[in-house]
């Protein structure tokens, strides 16, 4: 075409160049076409991001004390929905309190790693190709 062309009619050129061989839209188009497209995508992956948190009030996540005598249910976004203690906890307050601090822990652990995944994956998508980007999502 005849861009290709005054380009190859230079001979030897730097960016600089190149810059006055375009014209304005082109120049436009090349500053601010990469601009527009990053833009949407980062708001298309906010969408996704809201998305995905919206589905993690949908997963429930259970952990039992190793006795069992402790239960608990959160979401994957960490919200307790419910604590079942067993009666025999009932009559000694530090053991009930140590078994529920370890359960919940263990709960919200669990909890963690499953919200990591799912939004990582989802940022990750996101994300323009850039090399080394990809250490951040691991």
């Known amino acids: 075409n005849g861009f290709d062309f005054a380009i190859r009619g ?18 436009e188009k090349t500053m601010f076409g990469d ?3 990053m833009m949407g995508k980062l708001k298309e992956t906010q969408e996704k991001m809201k998305q995905a948190k919206a589905r993690l009030e949908n997963i429930l996540v259970d952990e039992a004390s190793q006795d069992g005598r402790i239960k608990i ?3 994957a976004n960490r919200e307790i929905k419910s604590v079942q203690i067993d009666d025999s906890l009932l009559q000694d307050k530090e053991e009930l309190e140590d ?7 263990k709960a919200i652990a669990k909890a963690d790693k499953i919200q990591e995944a799912e939004l990582s994956s989802v940022a990750k998508e996101g994300m323009p190709n850039i090399p080394g980007m990809d250490s951040f999502f691991k």
């Open 73 to 75: 249910t959160l979401t």
């Open 99 to 105: 078994f529920l601090v370890m359960t919940l822990n």
């Open 35 to 37: 601009l527009m497209g």
């Open 10 to 27: 230079q001979g030897n050129f730097d960016t600089t160049n190149l810059l006055h061989l375009m014209s304005e839209k082109q120049k």
